[in-house]
């Protein structure tokens, strides 16, 4: 079965403090995983992706994630958040099965900023 | 960079009425997707469309709804008969044919139904 799991549906940080987007996924396949983050009345835009080339991926705007298979995690950090992070994230997991490739979200954490 | 791109941004309809929201795909994608958010919610599944035939659909897509390839560029929703709580962000996406390359999203059609 396949599910994605982000275990905040709100953060809250302050200004220049670090950013822990937390995201748990399953899949019987060997899939995929991608941030995306939607702004305020925007569309949805890649933040970073796991393609199985390194655990460690780096992303735009400074973001990172780690791929934890043990852990089945895909969490998503920032040293140091800013202002204009503030929006919706979503954790979404792909994997190729027979009929084409499955791709489900998460139920989105939105995360705030404190000036 | 290739973009997808969705038209209208934003479609008022009366319940009862046809919709149909288009998409223009990236051009060498294959596989095409619609998403919807209703607004504060998830975005949710509703069909996946490959070798021009749908590959697999979710339990909102019932029967009020469809999906066409016209041409070799548009990607088309349609929606018979609105209801309201069919108001909602409708989000069309692309993909290429590798298990790594991401979906590509539009700017989404806003539909209201009143």
């Known amino acids: 079965a396949q599910s994605v799991t982000q275990l905040d549906s709100h953060v809250s940080v302050s200004e220049g403090t670090p950013v822990l987007l937390r995201c748990n996924y399953s899949?019987?396949?060997?899939?995929?995983l991608f941030w995306y983050v939607q702004h305020p009345n925007k569309g949805l835009q890649l933040l970073l992706k796991?393609?199985?080339?390194?655990?460690l991926v780096k992303g735009i705007n400074g973001f990172e994630a780690e791929f934890k298979k043990s852990e089945t995690s895909f969490h998503l950090t920032k040293p140091s958040a800013h202002m204009s992070d503030a929006a919706e994230y979503f954790c979404v997991v792909s994997d190729l099965r027979a009929g084409g490739f499955k791709t489900i979200f998460g139920a989105g954490t939105r995360l705030f900023v404190k000036a | 960079e290739p973009e997808v791109t969705q038209t209208p941004s934003h479609q008022v309809t009366q319940m009862g009425q046809e919709v149909i929201l288009r998409c223009v795909p990236i051009?060498?994608?294959?596989?095409f997707y619609w998403y919807r958010q209703i607004l504060g919610q998830k975005v949710e599944f509703l069909v996946s469309f490959y070798n021009n035939e749908i590959s697999e659909k979710s339990e909102i897509f019932d029967d009020q709804f469809s999906v066409e390839r016209p041409d070799g560029s548009n990607f088309t929703l349609k929606i018979r008969s609105t209801k309201l709580e069919d108001s909602a962000m409708y989000f069309c996406?692309?993909?290429?044919?590798?298990?790594?390359?991401?979906?590509?999203f539009g700017n989404g059609t806003r539909l209201t139904v009143t």
């Open positions: 796991y393609t199985s080339a390194a655990t």
């Open positions: 051009s060498n994608h294959l596989y």
């Open positions: 899949s019987s396949y060997s899939p995929s």
């Open positions: 996406a692309s993909k290429g044919d590798s298990v790594n390359s991401p979906l590509h």
